[in-house]
């Protein structure tokens, strides 16, 4: 049906063009991404901060390590010139003690490291736990035309590889940003006791390595954006292959969709090779400057040992605390990458926690007993509000009544549907139930008054039972087993390997399409709804189960108002009225043997079936 939009059409505005590298763009709220992204860990402050002084205490334990083992140098050294001066000997049980003291405190630096992982590895679970609920429970408040303009596998993508990205950033974010902030803090304090003209000399070669890595930063952000978008574009065409892959081969387009998946692959490679290459080039960068401080260091550190100003043991210790000193800076300069990755994929995950969202009456009436009295009164609609194809609709249907909806592709059929179970709003007019507004109730209650039968059959992977049963959770065996005989899906069923308790797979492959919509009609029949829509409930089984389907819908619709959307007119003959819709608009109204008589529009395709035939 036209309403209906093409798989190309769901990958929305982000789906790359055939050719070349796909435009990118900076990300929009990469400060908002980061501080919301802090307000998203407020519930576990408490654990971050206790992770925290883990890291406080085992990276000020591990400072202290380099200068313990400058003593032990030292005490060594000293022993060795005085037993060649023939004055003494090494003491060996100072050296010991030293040694014993610097293995305690490694010992406890690794036992606060280890806790500090632990509870930040629990953190970061809860919040992907976390936000993978908040995308959960944001899905079905979202409206349906959302879904109609997105692919699946950018939706998947989103609450799996984004939600990765940042739960599992987070953690590496967190304990290399803390533990290396301490240590960078504590070192250049023993640096400072041990020599103030080495440490100075040090921290000067900082501002370079600050300032090229902000330049990195600033020109590679924008390629870890695309990646994480041209990921879940990849994810999309992957999903839809594998749904569609019968329709692939059937008109030999596997070529096709291989060319269309590379071409994603390699934009995506392309993005993903220079976020890394960007990336790549801090590690030189920060080495070259961790050697320029070495060289100060060993240049001007001999000088003072010549002078007698430094001791031996000092000098190593500086050295190894120089070391120390640009660890976390090349460790900051890595998580670069991580906080661009992260940015990237949080700003895809608020962008869908932000979407706009169905809204709800603050204060529904409850719904009282339907009746089922429908009308539409100067209802306009249209997907684009600039494009209405549903121009001042009004139409009462009574109670008990069935409304046949028929006409040519694209009329506004299945758009009427649309309207009655609230998927979308009408721009103007109204829909109401008994009389009253269905916009003052809750989509919920509204749909809850209406039963449906769709073209498109869908069923969840599970057996026929639930299935049939997902209607009305609360029915028993012999409720379901009684829907399935009014449906004529009972035969089938029990032919099948475990019968009722058939496990339908996942893709539901492993019944026709006839069954499948046999089971769906099972599954209205039971939910047992005063308003029926059937939206070509007939249109995959054949001419024999066509009529005993028709059979059990004329007992299943006596006293209850249907809609029903027909291409094959034969099937709604017997409908109290018939509606022929064209371009939005009633076109005729009235019985079959009324609008036969009348002649025009109905006539001819009534006629033009029977002639095909």
Known sequence: MSERRSSQQRRGPGAGGPHGMRAVEKPKDFKNSIKRLLRVLRPWRGRLLLAAGLSAGSAVLGIFGPRVTGQATTAIFEGLVAQVRGLGGIDFTRVGEILLLLLGLYLSSALLSFLMHRLVAGVTADVSRSLRDDIGRKIHRVGVGYYEKTSVGDILSRITNDVDAVSQNISNIFTQLISGLFTLVGVLVMMLLI????????????????????????????????????????????????????????????????????????????????????????????????NLGYLLVVVFGAAQAAMGRIAVGDILAFIQYVRNFMQPLMQFSQTTGAIQTMAAAAERVFAFLDLEEEEEPAQAPPLPRVEGRVCFEGVRFGYDPDKVIIHDFSLCVLPGQTCAIVGETGSGKTTLVKLLMRFYEPQAGRITLDGQDLAQYTREQARGAFGMVLQDTWLFSGTIMDNIRYGRPDATDEEVMEAARLAHADHFILTQPGGYQMQVNEEADNLSAGQKQLLTIARAVLADKPVLILDEATSNVDTLTEHRIQRAMGFLMQGRTSFVIAHRLSTIRGADVILVMHEGGIAQMGSHEQLMAQGGRYRELYESQFEQA
Do not use: C
């Open 195 to 290: 020599s103030p003209l080495l440490a100075m000399l040090v921290v000067l070669v900082v501002p370079l390595s600050m300032a090229l890595a902000g330049l990195i930063f600033s020109r590679s952000q924008k390629y870890f954006k695309a990646q994480q978008e041209l990921l879940g574009e990849l994810t999309g065409q992957v999903e839809e292959s594998y749904a569609g892959h019968l329709v692939v081969q059937a008109f030999n387009k596997e070529q096709d969709t291989l060319n269309a998946f590379e071409r994603t692959n390699q934009q995506l490679y392309q993005s993903a090779w220079r976020s890394q290459f960007f990336t790549g080039l801090m590690h030189p960068i920060m080495s070259f400057v961790s």
